[in-house]
């Protein structure tokens, strides 16, 4: 079964055909070397999937029309627990493997986050706008692996204090009912079957925040605490960064979701 994905703003007005242009279609005529009156499935990154039917491919401007046969059910189900993730930016292919791992396991919203002991600081607008983009190619690349309809959301990079901030005007305004905070350290924080047996046994949402190597400062700790976010440990052994945030999704599914 061959999927692709296509932006809701590909989709006719009348839901009936699909365009698919750049890289999809490339991927279509190109690599599989489908033909007019194949069938393949399509999902929107919103949470609907389409079974189509090849109807056109126009070669020298690169696009092929496909024909909604029908809406289907998603390859895949959704998680019911809605889990966002946030992380410390690293360095090299670090921040890519856990976009990829991350939306493999069915989180809904991925941060970049500026630290104080960030790996890379992101100075330049455009270097931060090519890393988004890559980032959000990888969310897509992931949840057509992965069978997901739905791509979750890759934010803008967001300092540490801002990104805090954001997360309880959120709470106040009920945006986040049933929900968890949580930030994982190294040190001083308790275990996450013990915050599990103080909490609602079915949060809706969980924000889960992942810190660099180098760790977090004392006054980053301190904000997240006074904004009532629970500081989580993983555990005796020291992990790295992406291994940390990779782990951390995959309990909380686990515990709380549909792992």
Not at 131 to 153: D, F, H, M, T, Y
């Amino acid at each position: 079964m061959h999927r692709f994905y296509a932006r809701p703003e590909n989709f006719s007005a009348d839901e009936r055909l699909i365009t698919l242009a750049h890289e999809e279609a490339h991927h279509l005529c190109a690599v599989l070397r489908l033909r007019e009156g194949a069938e393949v499935f399509v999902f929107d990154g919103c949470g609907r999937e389409f079974r189509c039917i090849v109807s056109a491919i126009e070669k020298r401007s690169g696009i092929a029309l496909l024909k909604i046969e029908e809406e289907v059910l998603p390859t895949r189900p959704e998680s019911p627990l809605r889990l966002a993730l946030a992380l410390a930016l690293l360095k090299g292919e670090k921040f890519d493997l856990v976009v990829q791992k991350a939306t493999e396991l069915g989180v809904t919203r991925i941060t970049p986050l500026l630290t104080r002991f960030s790996d890379i600081k992101m100075a330049d607008p455009r270097d931060a706008a090519r890393r988004v983009a890559r980032w959000r190619r990888l969310a897509i690349e992931a949840a057509k692996q992965s069978g997901r309809a739905r791509v979750p959301e890759v934010a803008d990079p967001t300092g540490f204090a801002e990104f805090i901030e954001n997360e309880r005007r959120a709470a106040d305004e009920g945006e986040l009912a049933r929900r968890l905070p949580i930030i994982f350290a190294e040190r001083a924080g308790r275990d996450l079957r013990e915050i599990r047996s103080r909490h609602d046994p079915k949060p809706q949402i969980i924000t889960a925040v992942v810190g660099p190597e180098g760790g977090w400062s004392e006054e980053e700790i301190r904000q997240a605490s006074q904004k009532g976010w629970e500081i989580v440990t993983l555990g005796g052994r020291t992990l790295r960064a992406e291994t940390a945030a990779i782990v951390a999704v995959a309990l909380l599914q686990h515990l709380y979701g549909d792992l």
